[in-house]
């Protein structure tokens, strides 16, 4: 048992786009990730989209839709939804996925994720 500091966590790396992990959690990993411009989109068909926005503001479009989600904001995206999240400008957010889940919902295309 051990406090994890996000924001030193966040400080280790400078790459966008890249979730690192931070813990795990009953089979999940909790990662903090940072990314300005859009992601592309993307679906997971067998896993909700947990996003908590750490520092900074995004869009997370999806069917049309487009919703704002700022810093200390939950957002949920139900499994199977296609989803896309942009931020303007850099924007930190925590993660939570089942281990193995790729972040893009595409093994080939999904990133790396490094414990840190």
Same mark, same amino acid.
């Given at each position: ?7 030193? /966590? ?11 992990? @931070?813990a ?5 990993? +909790?990662? @903090? ?19 908590? +926005? ?15 989600? /700022? ?5 949920? @995206?139900? /499994? ?12 930190k ?5 089942? /281990? ?17």
């Amino acid at each position: 048992m051990k406090t994890i500091n996000l924001a030193e /966590k966040l400080g280790q790396f400078s790459s966008q786009s890249d979730p690192h992990v @931070v813990a795990n959690y009953n089979g999940n990993n +909790v990662m @903090v990730i940072k990314f300005q411009g859009e992601f592309p989109f993307h679906v997971h068909p067998d896993t909700d989209g947990f996003f908590t +926005v750490l520092k900074g503001e995004t869009e997370m479009d999806f069917e049309g839709q487009s919703h704002t989600v /700022k810093t200390g904001e939950l957002f949920i @995206v139900p /499994k199977g939804i296609t989803h896309r999240p942009r931020a303007k400008n850099e924007c930190k957010v925590l993660l939570i996925k089942p /281990k193995g889940e790729p972040n893009t919902g595409n093994p080939e295309t999904a990133a790396h994720k490094p414990h840190i």
